[in-house]
């Protein structure tokens, strides 16, 4: 939202430096550039912002797929570790010792 607002200042500002008679003052050119240069200035922190959150949601997803990884991991192993001592006791009961 702010930065559609901001975006649509700037396309308006731009237009109106873009439309600005030859005659205007120098002093009124300069104006409009400084607006057009804030706009831009601000648009620029605005998606620094957003790379910025990008990266954080990236590496809390990454995080959560290596412990969604090591989760499935001890998963497997407690299969396995059950498996085999069912395979024991198995042998243990038809072993006559």
Do not use: F
């Not at 600005?20 to 409009?32: E, G, V, Y």
């Not at 601000?42 to 990266?55: I, M, S």
């Not at 590496?59 to 497997?76: F, G, P, T």
């Amino acid at each position: 939202l702010e930065w559609r607002k901001t975006y649509k200042s700037l396309l308006d500002a731009e237009h109106r430096l873009a439309t600005l008679s030859t005659s205007a003052p120098q002093k009124t050119r300069d104006l409009l550039k400084r607006e057009v240069d804030g706009h831009m200035k601000y648009l620029l922190e605005l998606q620094e912002q957003k790379d910025v959150y990008e990266d954080e949601i990236g590496a809390v997803q990454a995080r959560c797929d290596e412990i969604k990884l090591a989760l499935r991991k001890e998963s497997n192993l407690e299969e396995l570790r059950m498996t085999m001592e069912r395979r024991t006791r198995k042998a243990k009961e038809g072993d006559p010792e």
